[in-house]
């Protein structure tokens, strides 16, 4: 594998290396498929069209999850940027992970729920690589000078996505002026992603309330 992609630098970032685990598979799912959006947008071939991506430029990028994505955006131009982040991110997060393990960057470990459910837990080769992401886009809150592009793009997309382990919420409200800076720089598949996982924690709610009330009566 080339040098990593930005989706496969946002997949590291939510591992926790400690558990070997990867907490919340939905919500890692569509950071994985917004950080690919966001990497076509930085590397100029992809561009916000009236709210759609639109895709401007030619040939490929090396990575295979960002050309799938890029010949996905091609075949269906009409889609908005907040569809483009709910659809297929279930099969981006298996497509990014199958080619990692390919590279050997992750090991994939598979136990059983109940003994009976199949759950994957990813094993990162290389801890301090995930480690440095981390001081990464710790180090992208804390300066008031402007990071590159891709940092300030993962450190928004991680701050969107709402996983304690990567930002915690405390985090996420002290450095609220400061991430507002690295969303405008990071572009607009950030506030496409927070609308996502906002309504899917808004889905979870309803689903507990409605099972909750089923309980009571």
């Not at 990575?63 to 709910?86: C, F, M």
């Not at 950030?190 to 689903?207: D, G, I, S």
Request: aromatic residues 2%; contains cysteine.
């Amino acid at each position: 594998m080339n040098e990593l992609s930005l989706p496969a630098r946002a997949y590291l970032l939510a591992c926790d290396t400690r558990r070997d685990r990867l907490p919340d598979r939905e919500h890692v799912a569509l950071l994985v498929r917004a950080a690919a959006l966001t990497d076509l947008v930085l590397r100029g071939l992809v561009t916000d069209d009236g709210g759609r991506p639109a895709v401007t430029g030619d040939g490929g990028t090396g990575h295979l999850v960002l050309d799938d994505l890029l010949a996905e955006l091609t075949a269906d131009p009409h889609r908005k940027w907040r569809a483009w982040v709910r659809r297929g991110a279930r099969g981006t997060l298996q497509s990014l992970e199958a080619q990692l393990a390919a590279a050997g960057t992750i090991e994939l470990r598979t136990s059983r729920v109940l003994g009976l459910f199949p759950r994957r837990h990813p094993v990162v080769r290389d801890a301090a690589t995930a480690a440095a992401l981390h001081d990464e886009v710790a180090s992208a809150l804390r300066t008031e000078a402007r990071v590159p592009a891709d940092v300030a793009a993962l450190t928004a997309l991680a701050a969107a996505v709402e996983l304690g382990t990567v930002l915690p919420g405390r985090e996420r409200r002290r450095h609220r002026e400061r991430l507002a800076q690295l969303e405008e720089q990071a572009g607009v598949t950030v506030p496409a992603l927070r609308k996502v996982v906002r309504e899917f924690r808004a889905a979870r709610a309803a689903v507990v309330a409605s099972s909750s009330g089923s309980a009571g009566a």
